[in-house]
């Protein structure tokens, strides 16, 4: 039998003691009414909390900016009601014997105008792009970094063990990093240092508001939902040159997200995005893509392609040769919320592929790529 002790061994990051290295990311579930996270919210992540995952990561939840988000449904944590109903879900992940985290956001120019809580707000991101949205002022950039540093607080306050930035897949913070969505020609545009000032505002606001101790993890990807080809560094000495000042700032856990955790990042290495992470800055690192699965990528697997349960012998031989020290466990968690405690046990028999029927589970929510010219 396969030994997974490796995925099983506790790790301590700053003042977050896990007893695992298995994630459950952020997936957005769209099941909010109003902004205010649910009853069946709360049991959703108490269900994967008592399966065995170590670390639990919210869906992204909105900062308080009118302009954060496109759907009514997804959660905020701004709101007294969205506040009380998050401490409901962290104190019953707690109970259940694991650790948890906030993903927060903005969406950016992904946000189309008229929708989401403020319809009459406009969509705001680095640039503007057509009718279809306004560039942020140097005022309102201020304000977006003051709102995230606000909501960390806020996640701390309310008895996270973590918070996330959701700075990947062509949302805000990633807007600002890649230079398609990045036209500005002030401090905040132009080379891949300039790119990254906005990133490194948040994340050392974010730090003075919940000081040195508590972990600050951030998500970021090279491609983007509208363009799976995209890479905001073409080369490891690009990768440093972005990812150094932001990991300067106060990252204790970068999330490096990919569609598939196997494949290489650049010629010449075997290393994913996360390996060249952790080799580049020294801080923990969390994979991601397609792991317990095999066929369909998340994108694939969303419109009905056929997905089946993968190997994870390449999973455990990366993790053994200390690549990156967490895996976060998307589509294969959905469908099956005792899957860690399943491979922990030995039952892989029992494991179950992920299906677009399994979506129920998430509450419905699909990728809907955005096209942008």
Do not use: C
Request: no cysteine.
């Amino acid at each position: 039998m396969m030994s997974t002790e490796v995925l099983f061994k506790p790790l301590l990051v700053n003042n977050l003691e896990l007893k695992n290295r298995i994630v459950l990311p952020a997936m957005s579930r769209e099941s909010s009414p109003g902004g205010i996270p649910n009853d069946a919210t709360t049991e959703y992540y108490r269900q994967r909390a008592a399966g065995g995952t170590g670390l639990i990561i919210t869906e992204g939840s909105a900062i308080d900016r009118k302009a954060a988000i496109n759907n009514v449904d997804m959660p905020n944590l701004y709101e007294p009601a969205a506040i009380e109903g998050w401490k409901k879900t962290v104190n019953a992940v707690h109970q259940a014997g694991a650790k948890i985290a906030s993903q927060i956001w903005h969406q950016g120019i992904s946000r189309k105008n008229g929708t989401g809580p403020y319809p009459d707000a406009p969509t705001e991101g680095p640039s503007a792009f057509g009718a279809d949205s306004v560039e942020m002022s140097e005022e309102d950039i201020a304000d977006t970094v003051d709102a995230f540093a606000k909501a960390a607080k806020i996640a701390q306050d309310i008895g996270y063990d973590a918070v996330e930035v959701h700075g990947a897949h062509g949302f805000l913070v990633d807007q600002f990093l890649w230079e398609k969505t990045n036209r500005r020609s002030d401090a905040y545009g132009g080379s891949i240092e300039k790119r990254t000032k906005f990133a490194t505002e948040v994340i050392r606001a974010m730090r003075k508001s919940v000081g040195p101790s508590f972990p600050i993890m951030l998500r970021f990807s090279q491609f983007k939902m509208e363009d799976v080809t995209a890479k905001l560094a073409q080369s490891p000495q690009e990768l440093a040159t972005l990812l150094e000042p932001i990991s300067a700032a106060g990252v204790d856990i970068f999330h490096a997200s990919t569609r598939r955790y196997w494949e290489p990042e650049f010629e010449g290495s075997d290393l994913n995005i996360a390996g060249w992470t952790k080799k580049i800055t020294g801080k923990t690192t969390i994979s991601i893509g397609s792991v317990g699965l095999s066929g369909a990528d998340v994108f694939g697997s969303l419109q009905g392609e056929t997905t089946t349960v993968g190997d994870l012998s390449n999973l455990i031989d990366r993790m053994g040769a200390n690549e990156f020290d967490l895996v976060a466990i998307g589509r294969a968690q959905v469908n099956d919320p005792e899957w860690t405690n399943k491979v922990r046990e030995g039952r892989f028999s029992e494991l179950t592929p992920f299906t677009k029927e399994s979506l129920k589970n998430l509450g419905g929510a699909e990728i809907k790529p955005i096209t942008r010219n």
